[in-house]
T-cell receptor, first 113, second 115 residues
Framework: EAGVTQFPSHSVIEKGQTVTLRCDPI?????LYWYRRVMGKEIKFLLH????????ESGMPNNRFLAERTGGTYSTLKVQPAELEDSGVYFC???????????FGPGTRLTVL | GENVEQHPSTLSVQEGDSAVIKCTYS??????FPWYKQELGKGPQLIID?????GEKKDQRIAVTLNKTAKHFSLHITETQPEDSAVYFC??????????????FGKGTLLTVNP
């Protein structure tokens, strides 16, 4: 069974540019989460999808961040325009539901210069 | 919301020794406490979890204890090996929010096992 995959693994962009991160959850997992770890700090929750619906987006930093999960399969997280403080590692996780293990992807390391 | 504190931030032990990492949480309604291990260049991987209806859980060299009254839980690794070297994160869920299953993480502990 394939795990959670994320693309790209690394992204380096200039301040003000746009970047789109992609997450492919484990097949059949309705729950998809985005998290972010900034410069050695804790991993912080961004938002939670159940299928294509946003269950909780309380962790989204501001309106420069837009997450979508059309069709309830893969998800994208777009940052527009990117700021220096957006640098960090963005993780995606998925689970089949209930209090089951959240399977994490390898993360996308975003660097904003 | 939930707040999770984790200590120590770094821990260095000799191979074969035990390692203990401690976490406290703030929301008494939290009922799921996973521990994740993150190796360089990889995503966090679940190594053990505990639910609030038990006080201790063990899996080979790894054990987790939970004290609901004091709102703290600990990870114990015995007979440490160099391959145990990694960053370890504790986490707790947030039942009072619209996303029961979202996790609040501690800041991580960098464990180094010296041969």
């Amino acid at each position: 069974e394939a795990g959670v995959t994320q693309f790209p693994s690394h992204s380096v962009i200039e301040k003000g540019q746009t970047v789109t991160l992609r997450c492919d959850p484990i097949s059949g997992h309705d729950n998809l989460y985005w998290y972010r770890r900034v410069m050695g700090k804790e991993i912080k929750f961004l938002l939670h999808f159940v299928k294509e619906s946003k269950q909780d987006e309380s962790g989204m930093p501001n309106n420069r961040f837009l997450a979508e999960r059309t069709g309830g399969t893969y998800s994208t997280l777009k940052v527009q325009p990117a700021e220096l403080e957006d640098s960090g590692v963005y993780f995606c996780a998925s689970t089949s539901g209930s209090l089951n293990e959240q399977f994490f992807g390898p993360g996308t390391r975003l660097t904003v210069l | 919301g939930e707040n999770v504190e984790q200590h120590p931030s770094t821990l260095s032990v000799q191979e074969g020794d035990s390692a203990v990492i401690k976490c406290t949480y703030s929301d008494s309604a939290s009922n799921y406490f996973p521990w994740y291990k993150q190796e360089l260049g990889k995503g966090p991987q679940l190594i053990i979890d505990i639910r609030s209806n038990v006080g201790e859980k063990k899996d080979q060299r790894i054990a987790v204890t939970l004290n609901k009254t004091a709102k703290h839980f600990s990870l114990h690794i015995t007979e440490t090996q160099p391959e145990d070297s990694a960053v370890y994160f504790c986490a707790a869920n947030s039942p009072r929010t619209s996303s029961n299953y979202k996790l609040t993480f501690g800041k991580g502990t960098l464990l180094t096992v010296n041969p």
